[in-house]
């Protein structure tokens, strides 16, 4: 049985080896590399964490397969408009795919999204995931006409999505 649980300020390992891990899986779906965040420090890490287990403007939740992580999404409060809180760095592990652990996470996000008063859910897609596409998709997300170029590869770009939070 999978556990999802929020990140908690002392889990700085476990989020170092779930983003390295989704880095290394699928290295365009991310706005960073598995290069750059190799190279951070454990304070940096640390950091991470401590800023991710806020919870009032950030959130993460850890998917652990006997204490092993092995899937992870992060939630933000925009800075701008706090009627919109942002989905990141969603990733579930290859061989936990289509068993509905993406969808219990982006639910926990949902929630912690609407704890804060987010009308809205907003989260961008690298051109071309056509997997994240229906994934996002099925659980009640639709494009937006704004794309931005990829942060990390030049030679792509992310398309926004929204869902409406009731």
């Not at 401590?50 to 409060?77: M, Y």
Request: aromatic share 8%.
């Amino acid at each position: 049985m999978i556990e999802l649980r929020r990140l908690q300020p002392d889990d700085a390992p476990l989020l170092k080896s779930v983003r390295l891990r989704a880095l290394q899986d699928a290295p365009r779906a991310f706005g960073s590399t598995y290069a750059r965040e190799a190279a951070f420090s454990d304070d940096e890490w640390s950091q991470r964490t401590r800023k991710w287990s806020d919870a009032e403007r950030a959130s993460a939740v850890l998917a652990l397969d006997r204490g092993e992580a092995c899937g992870i999404a992060g939630g933000f409060v925009d800075e701008t408009d706090a009627s919109r809180a942002h989905l990141v760095s969603m990733w579930v592990a290859p061989s936990l795919r289509r068993q509905g652990v993406g969808r219990r996470l982006v639910e926990m996000i949902e929630a912690w999204a609407r704890q804060r008063a987010a009308s809205q859910l907003v989260l961008m897609v690298t051109e071309g995931n056509d997997t994240a596409l229906r994934f996002y998709r099925r659980l009640g997300f639709s494009m937006t006409d704004k794309t931005i170029d990829h942060p990390a590869y030049a030679d792509l770009c992310e398309h926004q999505m929204v869902k409406a939070l009731h």
